[in-house]
């Protein structure tokens, strides 16, 4: 079956994050998805995605609690249009202090969503001793503890300044954080505390060719540096997203080493925006091969080993069996901490049916995606938990 008749053989009710707010040309948010998906249509209370970005489909050991250092690597940023940065054809934006796209110091209307069972947000509770170091097991010598080990992911997912694409770009990165705290305290569990997590799309898929026909817009470094800050300030993590488009997770994934070689940040590929050579995103669902995912993985490992890094975030995004190809061929990397989180929104049951059909072929442990606004009843920390396997990440959008 071609990928672009594949939209009309989903499961009624249930819709993968594309239809969150995918290309804002396309109308991905408008009344066609209502219809065929049988959800309600979901009220806008931001501003739409820029036209030239897609949404989302929709991470050490210590970690320094100071300001974020400089990579040691800048990413690439010749070829692409720069989304939340002043970056330029040349590099990294000559201003340190731009803020993201369309941020501002209190998000579009409210706070942002107000986390489960919570009356609001908190000041963050986590201090530079409180670090993930702090709480990890000891690994073999001779290789950096696990901050992952025994512990579970919470997760903010978005983009800089862009809430239309996610919970994590309503407002400025430390009262994304302030939110994101408060709603992993119900996922804390006695000697297993959450690992707090910022999801950033760092390369956001595009239904514009872009200069140098890619589909898709890389964030700027200046952008990501105060995502990154944050996460440390709290002893988090950061998780770098990459939305293809007509390029590749590898090549996307090279242009982040500068990031990567960090102690506590990690990657995540979402194959609903890798296109084929005559596709664009939004227009057709994506998909990848085995093959590429361990390419990066592969990459990536040897990145970690090579720098004495802690074991990193490796997620995969997937919300139908034919979206990730050979599936069960996907090596396992010792130094990679790996999760395939089943991405889409719609009702409770249909989120259950869609992740039992596709844990048991999944060789990752697992993870999920919540949506605030696109769920129409958000599922319960009882309710995700009595999932077989449990998710191992939770993923908020």
């Not at 994590?168 to 000697?191: E, H, K, S």
């Not at 990567?260 to 995103?281: C, H, I, K, Y």
Request: some cysteine; overall charge negative; aromatic content about 6%.
């Amino acid at each position: 079956m071609a990928r672009s008749s594949r939209r009309s053989s989903r499961l009624t009710g249930w819709w993968p994050a594309a239809a969150v707010c995918a290309l804002a040309v396309t109308a991905a948010c408008g009344p066609q998805h209502a219809a065929t998906s049988g959800l309600a249509q979901p009220a806008s209370s931001g501003p739409v995605a820029p036209a030239s970005t897609a949404s989302g489909s929709i991470a050490s050991g210590s970690t320094p609690a100071g300001p974020t250092p400089a990579p040691s690597t800048p990413s690439a940023l010749s070829s692409s249009t720069q989304v939340g940065g002043s970056a330029t054809a040349d590099g990294p934006g000559a201003s340190s202090g731009a803020s993201a796209v369309g941020a501002t110091d209190t998000p579009p209307g409210t706070s942002g969503p107000t986390p489960q069972g919570t009356s609001g947000p908190t000041s963050p509770t986590a201090d530079p001793a409180a670090s993930l170091a702090t709480a990890v097991p000891v690994a073999p010598s001779g290789s950096p503890p696990d901050p992952f080990a025994h512990r579970r992911v919470v997760a903010y997912y978005g983009a800089p300044g862009t809430p239309a694409l996610g919970v994590l770009g309503a407002g400025t990165p430390a009262q994304a954080w302030r939110r994101l705290d408060v709603q992993a305290r119900a996922w804390d569990r006695p000697g297993r505390p959450a690992v707090r997590t910022f999801e950033l799309i760092a390369a956001i898929a595009s239904d514009s060719s872009g200069a140098d026909g890619r589909y898709r817009n890389r964030v700027g470094d200046d952008a990501i540096e105060p995502y990154l800050r944050a996460a440390r300030a709290g002893g988090g993590t950061l998780l770098l997203d990459i939305q293809p488009g007509r390029s590749d997770f590898l090549e996307e994934a090279k242009a982040l080493q500068g990031w990567l070689s960090q102690p506590d940040v990690g990657l995540a590929l979402d194959p609903e925006w890798r296109m084929g050579p005559d596709e664009v995103p939004g227009k057709v669902i994506g998909s990848v091969d085995a093959s590429e995912v361990d390419a990066v993985s592969d990459w990536l490992e040897r990145l970690t080993v090579s720098h004495h890094l802690p074991p990193k975030l490796f997620v995969v995004h997937q919300f139908t069996p034919w979206e990730l190809r050979d599936e069960a061929a996907l090596a396992d990397r010792p130094h990679l901490h790996e999760i395939l989180n089943v991405d889409g929104f719609g009702e409770v049951a249909d989120k259950v049916a869609v992740y039992r059909r596709l844990a048991p072929s999944s060789p990752y442990p697992m993870g999920l995606k919540l949506f605030y606004r696109q769920d129409p009843v958000l599922m319960t920390p009882r309710q995700v938990l009595a999932l077989r396997p449990a998710p191992q990440l939770v993923d908020y959008q």
